[in-house]
């Protein structure tokens, strides 16, 4: 017997059925989650002739942005500790960090035996390359997957307004490639029973 319109529907899904994974990392405070692939196309002329005869192609980029609410501690470097492997990165020597400012100490100076050494991320720019996996599950078993690869943190700003009743951060985002959305294996079994849809 053919499947009914029930169970060849509710195959979407909403911000409230997905979850990202920065690397290995669940995040639990990203809002929203873009990105956009454009490419570089140019026509080709020639005398005599007012429309392209062929068209070049060029560059391609992919770009997005990242959404995450603001909470008492920083978006984003929060999220990216050395704990969990995210926000390490190699710090010169002569690099003023923001404690650098506020120290006591010397700032430190330049010395070629000893350029640098491993240190927490103080800006989100300085965050290497992750991966975001983005998982869908909805309250029919149905799930799917997307994937954007290499991504580079570019910008990030926050502010705050009067008539705000939550503070949220923003960045945007390079990536080298994105793994199209795809439908995941489903959980569980959808089936008309006394006009009922039952998963089993």
């Not at 026509?43 to 909470?71: D, M, T, W």
């Not at 990216?80 to 190699?90: D, M, Y």
């Amino acid at each position: 017997m053919a499947a009914d319109l029930t169970t060849r529907s509710f195959s979407s899904f909403s911000g409230a059925d997905i979850k990202a994974v920065f690397g290995a990392q669940e995040i639990g405070n990203l809002m929203a989650v873009s990105y956009a692939i454009q490419r570089e196309k140019a026509p080709i002329y020639v005398l005599g002739e007012a429309n392209p005869r062929a068209f070049s192609r060029g560059k391609r980029g992919i770009a997005g942005s990242l959404i995450f609410i603001q909470f008492d501690k920083h978006a984003i470097l929060e999220t990216f500790s050395r704990e969990n492997g995210l926000g390490a990165f190699v710090k010169k020597t002569y690099e003023i960090s923001p404690e650098d400012l506020i120290s006591t100490t010397d700032v430190p100076t330049v010395d070629s035996a000893n350029m640098g050494a491993i240190a927490q991320a103080f800006y989100a720019d300085q965050i290497p390359a992750f991966d975001i996996t983005i998982s869908a599950a909805n309250e029919y078993g149905v799930t799917a997957k997307c994937v954007i690869h290499g991504v580079e943190l570019m910008n990030e700003g926050w502010g705050m307004g009067i008539e705000d009743r939550q503070a949220d951060m923003q960045t945007t985002y390079l990536a080298r490639a994105v793994t199209r959305w795809s439908a995941g294996n489903p959980i569980g079994t959808i089936q008309r029973t006394g006009g009922a849809a039952v998963i089993v």
